[in-house]
């Protein structure tokens, strides 16, 4: 299918805006992406038409909320391939998703001298509560290295894994380089050891083909934000008989079956791990933007970023002074780099002067960069309503900024 | 040799011939950079870093004949503009003068709206160090 870049942008109102005397071009989209009149338009009905607590209320607008919470859930069952909606949890986003997996199951199924493994590419946030973890109970985390490209080292990945191995927390997608790891095979190598696996799926939700059976992962983890929807909301799939196993997150409302003051029992799964009022809007106006990415489909997208990413290497590639960071053979849509004798502020600042939003630093990726040898890089990640001419509009305004200090 | 505020003059009516135009203006800054003296490497240690800035800055002051002198640098060549703007006014001034000047000209040229807030809170940290060095040789001064 041909993407209609014209008909996409119609339906994002901030695109269409002047920053700096310069019409915006946003390629800051791994950070957040912005959110179509669909998604606005829920937001804005909710409240104004439905607004009530969800799930315990015995009136018509309870009802009506409750009802199109729930078809959120059914649809990001459906939008992931996972058996029933029940293993569909919501979060705060990626971030809780994560720390809910290492709070809950890590401190039942992790024991002393037990390891986890992660990976060089990893986010802060699939390393910090892993560390917090082993700071607690005492196990081990182990990290898979990478190539200078960016890649995995698979062998080196599977020296690590032993009887000892209980978790494996993987990036999908890097945010930092784009690499896309190749997790199926590595589910199937953590599950030969009897490790589950936790694969962070905050990039690759909304590029790539994410089926949690397919994959069998026990865990994927993402963000509604990144996905054209709301922010503030995110989801944690998990298989039943773990989430039956695992203790509750938070206590409170909403989780428990009955409570006393000698004992509580809880709620059945997704519920005990959804205490207190949630985020209700935000979940319903998330189904809009799922189906929006349906409607195009998600083969279509990642081809289609994965077009605009090759016209920027393409454009790019001989001026003087670029340095590509994170060359892996697949990638999604995620342009880094750095000019030569050049901070990335610096760079950041004067593309945001030409209305260019690129995201420049560290990327939440610290030990990463220090792999790399880099203090940070600059960030142009791609989404579905970017287009070549503004590409080339980009290529121009970093050819102009690398000749400054390249000539 | 010209007051603190001609030289503020002096950099508005710089700043102003830029007009609006953001990407001239950052160009100017980070050529600004280049007028900085080079900063004594012995002295590129955390303890000298600004706290408070996103990029790293090194600032260094010595007092010479009841005069402060100071030495900077920065990662970035945008920082290193503005701290050498910062040094254009302040330096080789007594403590008290540093202490009492009323550094209007960051306003003046607009440079929270040309940096965004992030960089402006830097510069303003710049600025109080480089106020604390001047009253720490003041107390000495008087002691």
């Not at chain 1, 959120?72 to 998703?97: L, P, V, Y």
């Not at chain 1, 142009?380 to 080339?392: D, L």
Request: charged content about 25%; overall charge negative.
């Amino acid at each position: 299918m041909q993407i209609d870049v014209n008909f996409i942008r119609n339906q994002f109102p901030l695109l269409h805006q002047e920053v700096n005397g310069n019409p915006l071009i946003y390629f800051d989209n791994a950070a957040t992406t912005q959110k179509p009149k669909v998604v606005l338009d829920a937001i804005q009905r909710y409240y104004e038409i439905d607004n009530s607590n969800i799930h315990r209320g015995a009136h018509t607008l309870a009802d009506r909320a409750t009802q199109q919470y729930e078809e959120t859930r059914e649809s990001i069952r459906a939008f992931i391939g996972a058996r029933e909606s029940a293993e569909i949890i919501f979060t705060r986003g990626t971030t809780e998703g994560i720390n809910l997996v290492a709070k809950t199951f890590g401190s039942t199924f992790i024991q002393k001298g037990d390891e986890i493994i992660i990976s060089t590419l990893e986010h802060h946030s699939n390393i910090v509560p892993w560390q917090m973890l082993c700071e607690q109970n005492g196990a081990v985390l182990r990290v898979i290295p990478i190539t200078d490209a960016g890649e995995l080292i698979q062998e080196e990945f599977e020296k690590l894994l032993s009887p000892k191995t209980k978790l494996v927390s993987i990036v999908h997608a890097s945010n930092a380089l784009g690499t896309i790891n190749p997790v199926k095979r590595i589910i199937d190598a953590a599950h030969a050891v009897g490790a589950k696996v936790l694969v962070d799926g905050a990039q690759s939700a909304s590029h790539l083909e994410v089926d949690v059976l397919n994959l069998d992962c026990d865990f994927l983890v993402f963000s509604a934000h990144k996905l054209y929807g709301p922010t503030g909301l995110g989801v944690l799939y998990g298989k039943r008989e773990l989430l039956e196993a695992m203790p509750p997150f938070l206590g409170g409302g909403e989780m428990i079956r009955e409570v006393t003051f000698e004992k509580t029992t809880y709620n059945t799964i997704p519920f005990k791990f959804e205490a207190g009022t949630p985020s209700i809007a935000e979940v319903i106006a998330f189904k809009p933007a799922l189906d929006f990415i349906t409607s195009i489909g998600k083969s279509n997208i990642h081809r289609y970023e994965h077009d605009l990413l090759k016209y920027t290497v393409e454009l790019l590639q001989d001026v003087k002074g670029i340095i590509p960071v994170g060359t892996a053979a697949e990638k999604i849509g995620v342009f880094s780099f750095n000019i030569q004798s050049m901070h990335p502020f610096d760079v950041g600042q004067l593309l945001d002067a030409k209305g260019i939003a690129v995201r420049t630093g560290h990327h939440c990726t610290q030990p990463l960069l220090k792999r790399l040898g880099l203090e940070g890089t600059v960030r142009a990640s791609f989404a579905v309503y970017n287009t070549r001419a503004e590409v080339e509009v980009f290529a121009q305004a970093v050819t102009k900024i690398a000749k400054l200090k390249n000539k | 040799m010209s007051t603190i505020t001609d030289i503020q003059d002096e950099i508005v009516a710089e700043f102003e011939i830029l007009g609006d135009d953001r990407e001239s203006t950052i160009f100017y800054i980070m050529e600004l950079g280049g007028n900085l003296k080079p900063y004594p490497e012995d002295f590129r240690k955390d303890e000298y870093i600004i706290k408070g800035c996103q990029s790293t800055v090194w600032l260094l002051a010595e007092e010479k004949e009841g005069k402060v002198h100071y030495l900077a640098d920065s990662n970035t060549d945008i920082t290193k503009g503005l701290i050498s703007l910062l040094i254009r006014v302040l330096n080789q001034r007594s403590p008290k003068e540093i202490l009492e000047a009323d550094l209007n000209f960051i306003p003046r040229i607009g440079m929270g709206n040309i940096l965004g807030s992030q960089r402006s809170n830097g510069l303003v940290a710049m600025m109080n160090q480089m106020k604390r060095y001047a009253l720490a040789f003041q107390t000495k001064q008087k002691a």
